[in-house]
């Protein structure tokens, strides 16, 4: 295996979860060489994982200005959001015929999970076994196409999807809305878990203005460049 790639490989998913845990906003630069000293590598690696990032769309490779986490408009990101809600809709209706009894255990003990750190209001927790959970659908469609397609999407929106649950009762909503989805899914509804699983993903109306103000919330509490050189 080559070293660089493998390298390159662990540095785009640390470089990836800075950005959806907003220690990386968007916007901010994105420097080979203070990259390079920060994780102590030659910037050949660096430069590999930024091309990746960049080819997922979570980051930009501007000319002559170098790479920076990219920023998007409040009109792309909802309609990344509604393409995402249909791309879960449709792993739901394949995962509510498909899933095996294996799959479907797995399934519940995933949103047992959920329901632990929802009690205990970890936000972070509970998105990481949000994200799981909602693997578990992409994985149960078994359509390997699809499952792609979802898993691209998701984690070019995991930033957001991160963000929402930390808006006051969406932890709550999201375990209950999670709740229809499984019992959908068990049943074998397909149509049901559809819609329940694009209800659950789409931002609109009160979900949306909640979602920016939670973005603009955690930009403004960022550090500014100068001052995260300066800590």
Not at 2 to 20: F, M, T, Y
Request: glycine fraction near 6%; proline fraction near 3%; aromatic fraction near 4%.
């Amino acid at each position: 295996m080559d070293k660089n790639a493998s390298l390159a490989d662990q540095l785009r998913e640390s470089i990836e979860e800075s950005i959806a845990t907003g220690t990386l906003t968007p916007g901010a630069p994105l420097d080979e060489v203070e990259l390079a000293r920060q994780y102590k590598v030659s910037r050949t690696p660096v430069r590999e994982a930024l091309l990746q990032l960049a080819a997922t769309g979570m980051v930009d490779m501007r000319h002559r200005r170098g790479a920076a986490v990219a920023e998007l408009g409040a009109r792309r990101l909802i309609e990344m959001f509604e393409v995402m809600a249909e791309l879960e809709a449709m792993c739901g209706r394949h995962a509510s015929r498909r899933m095996s009894d294996e799959e479907r255990v797995e399934l519940l003990a995933a949103h047992r999970a959920c329901e632990a750190a929802r009690s205990d209001g970890d936000a972070d927790r509970y998105y990481h076994l949000n994200e799981h959970f909602h693997h578990l659908i992409y994985a149960g469609s078994h359509s390997e196409f699809l499952r792609e397609q979802a898993l691209a999407l998701s984690r070019r929106l995991r930033p957001y999807r991160r963000l929402q649950l930390r808006v006051k009762g969406r932890l709550g909503a999201s375990y209950s809305e999670h709740q229809a989805v499984v019992d959908a899914i068990i049943a074998g509804e397909g149509d049901v878990a559809a819609q329940a699983l694009r209800a659950h993903v789409v931002v609109q109306g009160e979900r949306f203005a909640d979602l920016m103000a939670a973005l603009a919330h955690w930009q403004a509490s960022q550090p500014t460049p100068a001052e995260s050189a300066m800590s």
